[in-house]
């Protein structure tokens, strides 16, 4: 069990991509991309250091395309028919800058 002032726990990140029909140039979907700067903005603004969540491995592949840096916490455990992970993200300015990357312009300024 982790527990720290400076972690916060992610859970129930969900997007409809049915609805969000937006994707940036690597793929992401934009409303993804902007829940993750939003998580992530915040943590950094609030000094936190890391978050850390627990998420099926579909997510961590999107994760990871979105820019996001973190380590596996464990080992992929099967959880109500779904294989999950856990992993510990950093919180940092090079992470926001890349998950912001790759937003257009109008998102990137409203996000900032």
């Known amino acids: 069990m982790i527990r720290h002032p400076l972690i916060w726990e992610s859970s129930r990140f ?4 049915d609805s969000a029909r937006t994707y940036a140039v690597d793929g992401i979907n934009l409303v993804t991309r902007s829940l993750l700067l939003g998580l992530f903005s915040t943590a ?6 890391n978050v850390v969540s ?3 491995l579909y997510l961590e592949r999107i994760l990871r395309r979105a820019g996001c ?3 596996r916490l464990g080992p ?12 510990l993200f950093e919180v940092s300015a090079e992470n926001i800058a890349e998950l912001r990357s790759n937003l257009p312009d ?4 409203e996000s900032a």
């Open 76 to 87: 992929v455990v099967a959880y109500d028919g779904l294989k999950t992970v856990a992993g």
């Open 106 to 109: 109008l998102v990137r300024s």
């Open 69 to 71: 840096r973190f380590d």
């Open 14 to 17: 969900c997007v409809d991509t």
């Open 44 to 49: 950094y603004r609030s000094g936190i250091q």
């Open 54 to 56: 627990v998420y099926d």
